[in-house]
């Protein structure tokens, strides 16, 4: 089993050359004003969520983008703060983008070009060279800034998603000794889906600048090989599952990604918790009603309006369930500048408020929509008050959002809907499984749950829970370096 001190060992003897840096976007705290104080928060983003504890155990430096308000006052002269705040244990360096920048890398490439084509959701990608412009000169920007920390010693570079595809080769050419992993949170789609970017040869080539590739599950790995084999001049050896182009071989394989089991689990039985549930129960005036949650960044690729209609569904073929079912939506607003997620968040308020209205009564609704950002705690109370948590992804690279509400369930109650199409479905597979596009099924899947009697509850939970503890989030982060590792004595 692996556990924080484990993997800080692991570091200790097979890293201990080598500096440590993580590269991402989205930075794992952010530094924001508000009503004259500074607040640091912990942004919703499955990336950062995951790799925080990482970093907390191995140290080393974590280069991200400065998005926060507050951001440059709590920085030292190298644009660096030691976080989290309480404990302090790595460096997180600042990389700061202008207006202008971010619009075009990360709303315009990263997320309506890049984002669009990897999740196959039906959203059509923009092609725009001013942004693909832009992103090559914000990978730049973040090479520049992680040779900086490195200052020509040896260094493990561990790159994050699809924001920094060129990076690799940017670092390599200027200092070799550099290693450098890349993991890719969201699915590779096929390469029919991919052919279509005007730049695929640039990003597909500056991947395999890499010495490793990590994608959440086999079949995003076999779909990227299958990428470069029709797209580059390259060997693609299927035995070890490696790629050789230009003079360079890069290994691909499938490292399911996770969460800090043994916190969590841990976590939500502190009496804060406890309070937390009381506040919300009398909040929202709750005794014995049978609570349902979602749980999501907003964004197409959730399927928040199919699990809402399936409420709504489920209410007009059951009624008996009026006045005794409260579906709890946490939601927090994201990517809001882009029309796509301006549009979205307007039909989830309009879909919210005409379900509410077909079946409300003077003293219930069925659906609670909270639109805003939440702290830790408010959701470990609410993934423990739950007795279903619903995730109707229509395409996920993973979800933390299934393996934290498992986490949670101390009680080994509860139960779990989660999309065929998200990663986590291969793991998770004593969850009751849907097709997120199928209305009707998520509907009948939620009377199941609702049904399901206490000892069936327990018994796949107890299964669900025994698979995230032992493939937990150190387990993820000993895989790649321990894969890593055996690559450079190769
Ligand atoms: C990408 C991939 C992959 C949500 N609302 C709040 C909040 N959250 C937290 C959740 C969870 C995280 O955000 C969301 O994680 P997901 O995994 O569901 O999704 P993405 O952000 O799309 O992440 C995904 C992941 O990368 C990791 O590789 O699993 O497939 O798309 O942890 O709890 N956190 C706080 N307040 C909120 O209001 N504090």
């Not at 693609?236 to 890069?250: K, L």
């Not at 007009?316 to 709890?328: E, G, S, W």
Request: with cysteine; glycine share 4%; charged share 25%.
């Amino acid at each position: 089993m692996w556990t924080q001190d484990s993997l800080q060992q692991l570091v200790r003897d097979q890293l201990s050359d080598y500096l440590f840096v993580v590269v991402s976007n989205r930075e794992p705290y952010i530094h924001n004003h508000v009503n004259d104080k500074i607040e640091c928060i912990v942004p919703a983003s499955g990336l950062t969520v995951a790799l925080d504890p990482v970093m907390r155990a191995c140290g080393g430096t974590w280069v991200a983008h400065g998005s926060g308000t507050a951001d440059r006052e709590v920085v030292d002269a190298r644009n660096r703060v030691l976080v989290p705040p309480d404990t302090q244990n790595y460096t997180l360096r600042r990389v700061w983008l202008t207006e202008n920048e971010v619009d075009k890398y990360y709303f315009g490439f990263s997320n309506e070009t890049l984002w669009p084509l990897c999740h196959i959701v039906y959203q059509r990608p923009e092609f725009n060279v001013d942004d693909w412009n832009t992103y090559k000169y914000v990978n730049r920007l973040f090479a520049d800034a992680v040779l900086d920390e490195i200052g020509g010693r040896k260094a493990f570079v561990f790159i994050q998603d699809y924001h920094l595809t060129l990076l690799s080769r940017m670092l390599k050419a200027k200092n070799h000794r550099i290693i450098s992993a890349q993991f890719w949170h969201i699915p590779w789609p096929n390469r029919e889906a991919f052919r279509i970017c005007p730049w695929q040869n640039e990003i597909l080539y500056g991947l395999l600048g890499n010495d490793l590739l990590g994608f959440h599950i086999a079949y995003h790995r076999n779909n990227f090989l299958d990428t470069v084999d029709r797209t580059l001049e390259c060997r693609i050896d299927y035995e070890r599952f490696s790629v050789s182009h230009a003079d360079h071989t890069t290994f691909v394989s499938p490292f399911p990604i996770s969460v800090d089991f043994d916190r969590i689990s841990e976590n939500v039985q502190k009496p804060e918790v406890e309070q937390e549930m009381t506040a919300l129960k009398k909040k929202y005036g709750l005794s014995n009603e049978i609570v349902g949650i979602g749980l999501d960044r907003i964004d197409y690729t959730k399927g928040i309006p199919e699990r809402l209609k399936a409420v709504d569904l489920l209410l007009t073929r059951y009624p008996k369930y009026k006045k005794k079912l409260v579906f709890f939506q946490l939601a927090e607003p994201s990517r809001i500048k882009i029309k796509k997620y301006q549009d979205l968040n307007d039909e989830i308020d309009n879909l919210v408020e005409q379900i509410n209205s077909k079946h409300q009564t003077t003293d219930w609704k069925p659906i609670t929509y909270i639109k805003e950002h939440k702290s830790p705690v408010t959701l470990r109370a609410f993934n423990r008050m739950a007795r279903f948590c619903i995730v109707s992804s229509l395409h996920d690279g993973m979800n933390l959002v299934a393996k934290e509400f498992v986490s949670s369930r101390v009680d080994e109650t509860g139960v779990l809907i989660l999309s065929r199409f998200a990663g986590a479905a291969r793991e998770l597979d004593e969850a009751l499984l849907i097709n997120p596009y199928a209305v009707d099924e998520i509907a009948e899947t939620i009377y199941t749950a609702i049904e399901m009697p206490v000892e069936l509850q327990k018994k796949r939970m107890l299964r669900l829970r025994h698979k995230v503890c032992e493939n937990n989030i150190y387990r993820w982060a000993a895989d790649i370096i321990t894969e890593l590792v055996k690559i450079e004595s190769i």
